[in-house]
């Protein structure tokens, strides 16, 4: 009965499109193919599924001990090594340096590679030159900064330190940065703000993907350890909020599939601002199995509340908005769900009645419209929270609901859940620079995430607070 | 610790630091990367990182900022090739043998079941052809792009896309059977 050509399940552009690793262009042709073609849909969101699984499996496998204690001197040489690049014009150094000065093409194996040993007398030497190019060095930091140029001339078996160096301005460190960055990541040009607050009376609905594959942050971590931040555009806040574990409970009613954790309190870098956190968990399947389907068709409403909510934006999830109403109709991305599914999404929400959002101006007469604002007494209802579903054998669908109401709590009063996915965000908006940051600084995250240090068994957390140390020491405010 | 603990002293791209935390924090992945290449051998691969670490100790950092992942992943690969090509091999995956170090011993995880699907994962990981052990690794472990991961293993990129769906289809099915 097609009237058009179905996808192939070997075909690769089912992954290159659950990855997101599609140009834009090819994006909207194949999203249109795949309105069409419900098993295709099917497909990507399993794809989807394994990929998130991927990233956690692979993550926790362990990486090998590194505990050569040449390799600590090592790296003590190589410090003043960052300035290795031969004096300018000066290819005709070490061995070394000459075959590596070009791009691509990497040398073959030089002299030292067949005595191991000279290794580490280059090492200690160098580690030795080092110190005194440190002490040299230090003074000179600003305001311009002073290079020091070092070479190992291995063929000779020592180093050779020249002082001085050439100078760099900023203007023109700063240029060869973005001109590397063009090299680096011309992967992601699509970027466009699309975290702006949204008034409840033009849009009382929300959704988000159920299905967030962690990479993101993965890749975050690699580039602040490789000593720069990463480009904003690459930065996913939701993926990187995704890819921590979070202590949700799985449902217990026999009935249903999920469970669903809601939070709300001040949201920590603007706290007139409410901070809403909805965490989805699947239920549990029998040990061992865990690919079981415990669901199908899903997809998740957020309806606000405009008595309450003024304005609302989901924290994330920018680039792959779907549009509302092909989420509402439950026609792109609703997918199936295995057993134990966990998502995690928050929204930043202004309360009626409180001082608005940035972009609006604040009309003093809104000092007279508190009394009317949110009862805090009351606990009202912020949102209700809608999951659509069909059973895995039964293709009827049903929904539960979740509703949120607002116990006033600050932030210190959260759990440490919530402080720690908070942390996280506002470290996601940090790293993108994004006018939503409000009072957060490096600090400051730091001190949320740590609030968030409970239960942190595989050490992930700990490690996300080291990343944000790490960040701050590589400067972008 | 206080709140102004991480705010040390700020410094900037070009600060020594660089190499330094390229090491401190690449050597550990570069050489399971690496150890996975040869096989399990992990001498060798302690070398090839090694030379790939005073390689990277001789480029212009320049040339290099925003990129050092890809580039160290690169370099490191090729690496291999020259140990393999002195060996008389002619190809990186050619005796395809699954090696497998690590599944045995996953982190601890929030629950003995999210471990247990965790190494079975990584079991099954370890059947695949290396070539695509190879990319669903520096995709899902390490982050990088299909581009990224082009210029990496001198793949095409449809090539990299074409392995990567055929490991995560043949992964995908493998899990629902085992979940049955």
Redesign the interface.
Same mark, same amino acid.
């Given at each position: 009965m097609s009237t058009f050509e179905k996808i192939s399940?070997?075909?690769?552009?089912?992954?290159?499109y659950a990855?997101g690793?599609m140009e834009p262009a090819e994006r909207a042709e194949f999203e249109q193919l795949l309105q069409q073609d419900e098993t295709a849909r099917a497909i990507v969101a399993?794809?989807t599924?394994?990929?998130h699984?991927?990233?956690?499996?692979?993550?926790?496998?362990?990486?090998?001990?590194?505990s050569?204690p040449s390799?600590g001197q090592?790296?003590?040489?190589? #410090?003043? !090594?960052?300035?290795?690049?031969g004096l300018d014009g000066g290819l005709d150094g070490g061995p070394?340096?000459r !075959?590596?000065?070009r791009?691509g093409e990497?040398?073959?194996?030089s002299k030292?590679?067949r005595f191991?040993q000279m290794?580490f007398a280059i090492s200690g030497l160098a580690a030795a030159c080092f110190a005194i190019g440190?002490v040299l060095?230090q003074p000179n930091d600003q305001p311009q900064?002073q290079r020091q140029y070092t070479e #190992?001339d291995l063929t000779k078996f020592g180093p050779v330190f020249v002082e001085g160096g050439s100078e760099m301005k900023e203007n023109e460190?700063a240029a060869?940065?973005s001109s590397?960055?063009l090299?680096?990541?011309?992967?992601d040009s699509r970027h466009v703000r699309e975290d702006a607050f949204v008034p409840v009376k033009d849009e009382p609905i929300s959704t988000f993907s159920i299905q967030v594959n962690p990479?993101?942050?993965?890749?975050v971590?690699?580039?602040i350890?490789?000593?720069?931040l990463p480009?904003r555009q690459t930065v996913r806040i939701e993926e990187m909020v995704n890819y921590f574990?979070y202590?949700y409970t799985a449902p217990t009613e026999k009935d249903k599939p999920f469970a669903a954790h809601l939070e709300v309190a001040s949201a920590p870098w603007a706290p007139e601002h409410r901070l809403v956190r909805i965490g989805l968990k699947g239920r549990?399947?029998p040990?061992?199995?865990?690919?079981?389907i415990i669901a199908k068709d899903v997809n998740v409403r957020v309806e606000f509340n405009p008595r309450e909510v003024h304005s609302y934006r989901l924290l994330g999830y920018e680039n792959r908005m779907p549009r509302q109403e092909d989420l509402i109709n439950g026609r792109i991305e609703a997918g199936e769900i295995e057993?134990?599914h966990t998502v995690t999404a928050l929204y930043e929400v202004v309360l009626v009645g409180t001082a608005t959002p940035v972009e609006e101006p604040v009309l003093a007469a809104l000092k007279y419209q508190q009394p009317t604002g949110p009862g805090l007494i009351n606990h009202p209802e912020l949102l209700t929270l809608k999951v659509r579903y069909q059973e895995p054998v039964a293709d009827v669908n049903r929904t539960l609901e979740f509703a949120l109401s607002d116990t006033g709590h600050s932030f210190e009063m959260a759990s440490a859940d919530f402080k720690f996915a908070a942390s996280v965000v506002a470290f996601g908006m940090m790293l993108q620079d994004s006018p939503h940051k409000g009072t957060a600084?490096?600090?400051?995250v730091?001190?949320w995430a740590?609030a968030g240090l409970i239960?942190d #068994?595989?050490?992930y957390r700990s490690e996300f607070v080291g990343l944000?140390?790490?960040a701050?020491?590589?400067?972008r405010? | 610790m206080k709140a102004g603990d991480v705010n040390a002293q700020p410094t900037t791209y070009e600060s020594p630091s660089f190499v330094q935390t390229a090491v401190e924090r690449h050597q550990a992945p570069l050489l399971r990367y690496a150890t996975r290449l040869l096989h399990g051998d992990a001498d060798r691969a302690r070398d090839v990182v090694q030379d790939t670490f005073v390689r990277l100790m001789a480029q212009p950092p320049e040339q290099i900022d925003g990129h050092v992942a890809e580039w160290l992943y690169t370099v490191c690969r090729n690496r291999v090739l020259d140990v393999f090509r002195k060996e008389g091999r002619l190809k990186l995956f050619e005796t395809g043998q699954a090696e497998r170090l690590t599944a045995s011993d996953p982190r601890p995880g929030s629950g003995l079941e999210q471990a247990e699907s965790q190494a079975a994962m990584l079991e099954l990981i370890g059947h695949l052809p290396t070539n695509q052990q190879e990319v669903i690794r520096l995709k899902f472990q390490s982050g990088f792009s299909y581009k990224e991961i082009s210029r990496i293993t001198s793949l095409s990129v449809s090539n990299v896309g074409f392995l990567i769906h055929t490991a995560v289809t043949r992964l995908r099915r493998e899990m629902a059977e085992q979940g049955d």
């Open positions: 399940p070997d075909d690769p552009r089912l992954t290159t990855l690793e399993e794809i599924g394994t990929a699984h991927l990233g956690v499996a692979l993550a926790s496998e362990p990486e090998p001990q590194v050569a390799f090592a790296q003590a040489a190589i #410090v003043p !090594g960052k300035n290795f690049r070394l340096t !075959g590596n000065a791009g990497y040398a073959p194996q030292w590679r191991p290794y440190f060095w900064r #190992v460190l060869t940065e590397s960055a090299v680096a990541n011309a992967e990479a993101a942050y993965a890749k971590r690699r580039s350890s490789g000593g720069h480009e574990p202590a549990e399947g040990a061992g199995g865990t690919a079981m057993a134990g600084t490096f600090a400051t730091a001190t740590k239960d #068994v595989a050490g944000i140390g790490q701050e020491r590589l400067g405010n | -």
